[in-house]
């Protein structure tokens, strides 16, 4: 273990610990969900000195009870910018599950051959097409290259589709990954850049003094030239301690997980995906309650019905596994990235679809934190100062 922490250095271990009294670290990354770790094996990456501060495995979190989608279509009506940032995020993906191969020798099983969103009867066919549409006329949006096909050309691609389907839209870009993987390669790969992680210490507050950030734990302070807050849903409490603010608002999603089965789903689908271990994950509902702890089996019902419905053949499949996840969630849906103009050096990072913009938080949001400052052109849009005083309608694609 570091010794980084003030008290601990009191306890014992005050000489050889001297060297890291000013400015323990280059960053502290506040969370180590998939967005603090993402950010955290990208500052490795780049030669940084990091500590990754974790309420740790006794708190369940979005990071681990995603849907594992790496996903495109849909995303970003209302924020253009928001759809060439997704877009630039599924196009890195390749070079990260590689970067993270190769270093770790884990293999996050991404699958890139394009997802769909299938509806079921005339009328979902009818308000899918029009999303599309809008979708497409969205002046300074990226190319989706997301098409409307109806159901005979959806069985061309999958062929076990049932009577009820009535097609679907179709975007190349889409795939999706063993998220628990990606989790872990992160934290492998940030442990093997040298980066101190640890779990058990929910920070309760952060102060500037001397140019260095003072981060409070139960178990004493850590000192950091700089700070990233990712946090997830907690960033709307440690926000305002730097001058920044992030508010959020989380909603509920519920996941239902089958046996294994033969491979039958060559490309997932907004609601149902064959995961590389052959089981068949089915999700993901958004409600407005936020207790993770119960499953809703009304809701479950309905979402294993809806694929059923899709896929006959899965209602001879036995259900191995659900759970409840709360979703890290800005108020408008659309992410958070913003800097501290009273705190230079703090940053904050959160967003729904960690999983897909994972690329993003590694090379870039680690690369513009190394450098000081976020870069207008990239990331200006995600500023927090979009909410202005009142919180924004959810348009995201969620
Ligand atoms: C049901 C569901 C389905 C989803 N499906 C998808 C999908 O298909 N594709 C996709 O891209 N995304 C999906 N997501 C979203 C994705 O999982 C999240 O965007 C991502 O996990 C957010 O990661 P995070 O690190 O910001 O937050 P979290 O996972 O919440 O992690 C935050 C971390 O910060 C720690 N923390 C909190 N407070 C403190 C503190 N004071 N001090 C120190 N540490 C602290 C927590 O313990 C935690 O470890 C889904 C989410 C859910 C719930």
Redesign the pocket.
């Known amino acids: 273990m570091s010794k980084a922490f003030s008290s601990e250095v009191d306890a014992g271990s005050r000489k050889e610990n001297a060297s890291k009294q000013k400015s323990d670290y280059d960053v502290a990354v506040?969370?180590?969900?998939?967005?603090?770790s993402a950010i955290a094996w990208g500052l490795g990456r780049l030669g940084k000195s990091v500590a990754v501060?974790?309420?740790?495995d006794i708190?369940k979190?979005?990071?681990r009870?995603?849907?594992?989608?790496v996903?495109v279509q849909s995303k970003g009506l209302g924020m253009p910018a928001y759809t060439v940032w997704t877009v630039q995020a599924s196009q890195a993906w390749r070079r990260l599950a590689s970067e993270l191969k190769q270093q770790t020798g884990l293999d996050v099983a991404l699958q890139q051959n394009g997802g769909f969103h299938l509806t079921l009867g005339d009328d979902e066919f009818g308000q899918r097409t029009e999303l599309v549409k809008r979708m497409h006329n969205q002046v300074g949006a990226a190319d989706y290259k997301m098409e409307m096909l109806s159901a005979s050309e959806v069985k061309k691609s999958l062929p076990l589709i049932g009577p009820d389907v009535s097609g679907g839209s179709y975007c190349p870009l889409d795939g999706h990954v063993n998220s628990l993987r990606t989790f872990r390669a992160f934290h492998t790969g940030f442990r093997a850049f040298g980066i101190d992680y640890f779990p058990e210490?929910?920070?309760s507050a952060i102060s500037k003094s001397g140019g260095e950030f003072r981060l409070a734990t139960p178990k004493g302070e850590l000192r950091a030239a700089k700070i990233v807050l990712?946090?997830?849903?907690?960033n709307q409490t440690?926000a305002p301690m730097v001058g920044l603010y992030a508010p959020m608002g989380p909603t509920r999603?519920q996941?239902v997980v089958t046996e294994r089965t033969m491979p039958f789903l060559p490309h997932p689908l907004t609601t149902i995906r064959q995961t590389d271990e052959g089981t068949v994950m089915i999700?993901?509902s958004k409600e407005d309650e936020l207790d993770e702890r119960t499953m809703k089996h009304s809701i479950s019902g309905v979402m294993a019905d809806r694929a059923q419905r899709m896929f006959p053949h899965l209602a001879r499949l036995n259900v191995v596994r659900s759970w409840a996840?709360?979703?890290?969630m800005p108020q408008d849906g659309f992410p958070i990235y913003d800097q501290s103009k009273t705190h230079p050096g703090a940053f904050v990072a959160?967003?729904?679809?960690?999983?897909?913009?994972a690329s993003n938080h590694a090379f870039e949001i680690a690369r513009m934190v190394t450098q000081g400052a976020l870069e207008p052109e990239l990331v200006g849009a995600f500023s927090a100062s979009r909410f202005g005083d009142a919180g924004a309608a959810n348009n995201s694609g969620y």
Do not use: K, M
Request: one cysteine or more; proline letters at 2%.
């Open positions: 506040v969370g180590g969900g998939l967005l603090g501060l974790d309420e740790g708190t979190r979005a990071s009870a995603n849907f594992a989608l996903w210490r929910p920070v990712a946090a997830g849903n907690a440690l999603g996941i999700g993901d996840g709360i979703r890290v959160c967003c729904h679809s960690g999983v897909t913009l």
